[in-house]
């Protein structure tokens, strides 16, 4: 273990090395961004110097905008000249149709009243932008800065423009200046390097002498109880410290494996519960939250890791950590909001050691939303189921009471009385019947017998049906008209005819009883992408639009005391949405109150050819 290093694997010339490189890469990066920031600066200072002032601008503004063009010029020039005081620049003042009204060349006074042929120039006067950019001259290895600025007239809260000022600077001088600068930086850099590289020398000695005395420290440490394993990549004083240290690895290494081990399988646990999981300190902290507690309480793990439970489950006026720790209890807690509902059932424990003293709580959250739903949509069919069955019963009661007092000798009340009572009967069957239905279809014993169905002949059948029975009514109690707008092209669907039929019975029962005497049902057919879409439309009283929402719901009526009288059960519309979901179609209702419903019902759809249809045959 006290084999002699060679040169040129001692850590103290890796060291130098490494100090040499890094200090090389940094004057290289600061030197980069220097030499950038430099031409940067100098850039804009220069720009900033050939630029015309405010007040020039405004004043070549007025003249441009006066309407004697050659007293203009001449103030325009005289402006220029004042301006101008280093003449480093070309400056142009051209008008918006493109005239050269002025320059600050002595020598090329000659171009004032022509048109300008440069391009830039004619879209700055189109756009009313401003352009800015620096060109290179090959033929005469000069870089260029050009600057062509809008000169805009304000009046009130018009803006008109009234020509622009164009600009040429030559910026050899400012790239000679950058490239003197240049090179006196990279002189001074090389020389920091030389200077650095012999600081890093007497750095790295310094450095090897307690990486040695760690060294034997480890040696002494080994004799112990820790262990470890360490991969020894050279030969080198670090090297000879990693295999000090490998003489510790192995009990530590152990150690370790099992302490890991046991973290791993806590947090997977965790982190694949479905129930939310959160632990305390003894004050109450929060310092453990797996991902389903933050996403029930809608928080960030940092954000939860440090607070109190208190506040977190948002507690702290109902009760204090003293509660939790001395009567640990099962809390509900309602985090419901307008957008979603959420109800959480608090399971809270002590962590305690074997003697006794509380270190901390637990408390698993688990979500009972769809629980408590389920109840109270439970309690609330059995509270409608009953009361519907109640209306009907206690009628058949109060005449079968009456018939039995005698009345069943009166030949006019007996048959009356008889009538309403199998008219009860009758609701009440036809009211289980409902029931019946839908609990096979909430159940998945409810078959569908699908087939391949022409729908506008369907749905013509079912209208004609209707038509047919207002005409065989002598004396209608109210008279209905039925529209008609359907595509001409045949729609092929997959129905349960059956089951399609009683959802357009019940949709046009209810446009029937809704719509005043006279009054038009309009039904229509037609087609999407992919969709199929019917729909049946009342001029009744309308739906109100709070209720809207709630008209599939089982037993809904939005006037009970007519619905009732009018012998519904409630169930129709309920019963017709589950059979259109069950065909993977839709079924909503649009209502202005006032002005009647209509009811849409949509149906996936894809189109087929002839030869598809003879297939199917």
């Known amino acids: 273990m006290n084999n002699r290093i060679k040169f040129y694997q001692s850590i103290k010339v890796k060291i130098a090395l490494v100090f040499a490189l890094v200090l090389l890469l940094t004057l290289e990066i600061v030197g980069a961004v220097f030499v950038r920031q430099l031409e940067h600066q100098n850039l804009a200072t220069f720009t900033s110097q050939v630029q015309l002032q405010s007040y ?63 391009n830039d120039v004619k879209n700055a006067i189109y756009s009313s932008q401003k352009v800015e950019k620096k060109t290179f001259d090959s033929s005469s290895n000069t870089r260029y800065y050009t600057l062509i600025s809008p000169l805009i007239k304000s009046s009130g809260n018009n803006s008109t ?25 990279l002189f001074a850099a090389s020389i920091a390097i030389i200077l650095g590289l012999l600081i890093s020398i007497v750095i790295s000695r310094a450095i090897t002498r307690p990486i040695e005395e760690m060294k034997k420290q480890t040696i002494r440490i080994a004799r112990g109880d820790y262990s470890g394993q360490v991969h020894v990549y050279g030969n080198d004083e670090l090297g000879q410290l990693a295999s000090a240290v490998n003489n510790l690895s192995v009990r530590v290494e152990e150690s370790h494996e099992s302490t890991e081990s046991e973290r ?76 979603h509902s959420l109800i959480l059932h608090a399971h809270f424990s002590l962590i305690q050691r074997e003697s006794g003293f509380i270190s901390g709580l637990v408390c698993v959250l688990r979500d009972i939303t769809e629980q408590q739903r389920i109840d109270q949509d439970r309690k609330q069919f059995v509270s409608n189921v009953s009361h519907e069955l109640r209306t009907p019963l206690t009628s058949v009661r109060s005449y079968i009471e009456a018939l039995h007092d005698g009345a069943w000798k009166d030949p006019k009340l007996a048959p009356k009385f008889l009538k309403v009572t199998q008219d009860e009967t009758d609701r009440m069957i036809r009211m289980i019947n409902d029931l019946l239905t839908l609990s096979r279809m909430d159940s998945g014993t409810q078959k569908m017998e699908v087939e391949l ?47 399609f039929t009683q959802v357009l019975d019940n949709l046009m029962n209810n446009a029937i009883k809704y719509s005043p005497d006279g009054g038009v049902i309009t039904c229509r057919l037609y087609e ?33 005391a007519r619905s009732r009288q009018q012998g519904g059960s409630g169930l129709g519309l309920a019963i017709s949405k589950e059979v259109v979901e069950a065909l993977h179609g839709q079924l909503w209702a649009e209502s202005v109150e006032g002005k009647g419903s209509t009811f849409y019902i949509a149906l996936p759809y894809e189109p087929l050819e002839e030869e598809d249809l003879w297939d199917e045959v």
């Open 56 to 118: 020039v601008k405004n004043s070549l503004i007025t003249e441009l905008s006066r309407s004697n063009k050659t007293l203009a010029d001449r103030r325009i020039k005289t402006i220029l000249n004042d301006s101008d005081s280093d003449n480093t620049a070309q400056i142009q003042v051209i008008d918006n149709k493109g005239t050269i009204r002025g320059t600050n060349q002595v020598n090329n006074q000659a171009v004032v009243g022509q048109k300008t042929t440069d």
């Open 453 to 499: 169905v022409n729908i506008n002949e369907l749905f013509n059948y079912v209208l004609n049906r209707f038509d047919m029975i207002l005409k065989k009514d002598e004396h209608p109690e109210k008279t209905y008209t039925i529209k008609r707008y359907f595509t001409k092209r045949d729609l092929w669907v997959d129905l349960d005819t059956d089951r």
């Open 161 to 185: 423009l009234v020509g622009v000022v164009y600009t040429r600077a030559n910026l050899d001088q400012v790239y000679k200046n950058i490239n003197s600068i240049t090179v006196i930086f």
């Open 264 to 339: 791993r399988r806590l947090d997977s646990v965790l982190a694949n519960m479905t129930d939310g999981v959160l632990a305390t300190d003894r004050r109450g902290n929060v310092i453990i939250i797996n991902e389903t507690a933050a996403s029930f309480l809608d928080l960030d793990e940092s954000q939860a890791m440090g607070k109190s439970i208190l506040d977190v489950l948002d507690i702290r006026k109902d009760y204090s950590l003293r509660d939790l720790l001395e009567k640990p209890d099962e809390l509900i807690l309602d985090f419901s909001s307008d957008e």
């Open 528 to 560: 999407t992408r992919n969709k199929v879409i019917l729909s049946i439309s009342d001029q009744g009283l309308g739906i109100p639009r709070k209720d809207i929402p709630h008209i599939f719901d089982r037993f809904y009526r939005v006037d009970k």
